[in-house]
């Protein structure tokens, strides 16, 4: 075996061409980042490392014909639990389109399972690092809030367990930015712990002087910005900002405005969330560079935010150009615009071709159960007794995580408040899967636009305790008993009781089956629950950001209605 010397003794001379390089890939379009350029040139890789561009000779010699080659997608901000995936499946998922690292914040499975799941998603990425490098930012906030019941709490000395794992990179996304700016302890001690590290943040709406105090607390990032001004003052106040574009927020056309030659180096396009379906049919970071691109960004600045800019957000020095010394990942395309990766390297290895991995993996990481402590439920549990006419509503919003505060007039039969599908207004309850005996949460939405039937999930950010929505109380409880056999999923049931499942066996979040299975099954459940009269794209997305209690206006947890703004309890009924 070589020692560290020999080794680069060898690619300096490959570097300087005394030597040849093990692979050549010759006339190739390199889009360069730092330049904004395209360089006509060849592109030398020697044990899975870019020695240079020029002229080149190697040992194997890839004729590229002119097409393009950019560095590998990095993807600065992900919840690898929402794609519904394991790991190895996501990571199958991801690369064909051009990703080769992934920093994921694995807040979902830890609110869950606490260590026992970030412990789980470390093992796996080390089990997939030949496809794609996934890093992690340890979860700040399990609980998300004190307004919720999580499967764990996780303080600084549980953190401070992983801090130093080869594949953590800092303390992930501060929800609990009320906390921050109260000075609770707790949170000020994780702070302390990673001050050192990158902090990402988790502000929405955030201004003024309480966003200078949660910057001042070493917060670096937010990817909750949902307005171009908000965007500005948060980029002007040091931040970087995250321009996210997933499967129900989708903020790049708004804020696309917001990247200009001032501010370009501070920006990135992140996921967040992003289901499987989009995943298999629409793709991943590919989505916003060619969005980007079509909204009139130049082709560099967008491939920029998706390599160079969070390469230097995260201290990732290894990745994200393709220059002397950096990491041989990248993807190869016949055009700029769009943007197809029809080859991708991870390392200088062909890892994808033609949207199809070339090589496969086997998770063999333990996989955490799916905590499921309810009990028998039964229709008498949904009941609301009227104690008024006037009730909060919880406001769905296409394309959005944010929710309305609304008050509606109930409608009441006997006494008790029930659904009224003729004007949108649905029951929807929130149960706590972590201890047994305890009754959920009932309250009402306006936006899921069922006429008959109920949808559950324990897919419920952040807290993933069982959620359910529904025209009836029957219909109700066959979704609740339904996911109370599986262990957790996504369930559509009629009003005859005719149900379609994609049962989530790992956590009660992901399947260990491929994402084709998992869009095909997730695709029936859609299509039946728009038979149901749904007209929302991803009504289970929308239902699983209900209960999520640090995102404004209204929210449903297990323990009750939520008012965000004054971060307190409220009563279900008006007057």
């Given amino acids: 075996m070589k020692t560290s010397y020999e080794r680069w003794r060898q690619f300096i001379r490959v570097a300087r061409g005394l030597e040849k390089a093990q692979l050549c890939f010759r006339n190739i379009r390199l889009v360069n980042v730092l330049t904004g350029q395209i360089e006509e040139t060849d592109l030398a890789v020697h044990d899975g490392i870019v020695v240079g561009c020029g ?31 394991i790991p190895e499946r996501f990571a199958e998922a991801v690369v064909p389109w051009g990703t080769t690292t992934v920093i994921a914040d694995p807040h979902e499975i830890a609110n869950v399972c606490g260590i026992e799941g970030i412990s789980y998603i470390l093992e796996a990425s080390r089990e997939v690092s030949h496809l794609v490098d996934i890093f992690v930012m340890l979860p700040s906030c399990v609980p998300a809030s004190f307004l919720e019941t999580s499967g764990a709490k996780l303080n600084a000395v549980d953190l401070f367990t992983l801090k130093n794992h080869e594949r953590v990179l800092g303390l992930g996304e501060l929800m609990n930015f ?73 903020d790049l056309e708004t804020l696309i405005g917001l990247v200009d030659d001032n501010t370009w180096h501070r920006c990135l396009w992140v996921s967040d969330d992003r289901h499987p379906d989009d995943l298999f049919r629409k793709g991943h970071l590919n989505v916003q560079v060619n969005r980007a691109m079509d909204l009139g960004l130049s082709p560099f600045r967008s491939i920029a935010l998706a390599t160079f800019t969070p390469s230097i957000a995260y201290g990732l020095r290894d990745r994200g150009i393709l220059a002397p010394g950096a990491l041989a990942d990248f993807s190869i395309s016949p055009s700029l615009k769009p943007w197809v990766a029809k080859r991708v390297f991870k390392g200088g290895r062909e890892v994808a071709r033609n949207g199809k991995l070339i090589e496969s993996c ?82 009402f939405c306006k936006g899921l636009g069922l006429k008959e039937g109920a949808i559950a999930s324990t897919v419920a ?80 997305m929308a239902l699983s950001f209900v209960a999520l209690a640090v995102i404004p206006s209204l929210k449903l947890t297990d323990r009750g209605l939520v008012d965000v703004e004054r971060f307190a309890f409220v009563p279900l009924f008006v007057d």
């Fill in 55 to 85: 002229e080149y000779d190697g040992y194997e010699n890839i004729d590229c014909r002119g097409s393009y080659v950019s560095p590998g997608f990095i993807e600065g901000h992900i919840h690898i639990e929402s794609s519904l995936l």
């Fill in 178 to 250: 009320p906390g921050i700016l109260e000075a609770d302890r707790s949170i000020w001690e994780k702070i302390f712990l990673f001050g050192d590290h990158p902090i990402d943040g988790h502000s929405p709406l955030l201004t003024g002087k309480d966003l200078n105090a949660y910057v001042l607390s070493g917060v670096r990032s937010d990817h909750e910005s949902t307005n171009l001004e908000e965007a500005k003052e948060k980029l002007s106040r040091g931040m970087w900002v995250m321009i996210r574009e997933g499967s129900q927020s989708k």
């Fill in 362 to 443: 086997q998770g063999r990481a333990p996989k955490p159960i799916s905590p499921m402590k309810i009990a028998e439920v039964n229709p008498s549990h949904f009941a609301v007794r009227a104690k008024g006419t006037l009730i909060r509503v919880i406001g769905i919003k296409e394309h959005s995580i944010l929710t309305e505060s609304l008050v509606e007039v109930a409608k009441v039969e006997n006494g008790m408040v029930v659904s009224d599908p003729d004007r949108d207004i649905l029951k929807i309850a929130v149960w706590n899967r972590y201890e047994s005996g305890v009754l959920p949460a009932v309250g």
């Fill in 461 to 540: 950010h952040d807290n993933h305790n069982l959620i359910v929505a529904g025209v009836s109380d029957e219909s109700m409880t066959v979704a609740v008993e339904t996911l109370r056999e599986t262990g957790g999923g996504l369930v559509v049931v009629d009003a005859k009781g005719s149900r379609v499942v994609l049962p989530l066996e790992v956590g009660g979040l992901m399947t260990d089956s491929s994402v084709e299975t998992v869009t095909r099954r997730l695709e029936e459940i859609k299509d039946k629950t728009r038979s149901l009269g749904s007209s929302l794209e991803n009504p289970f």
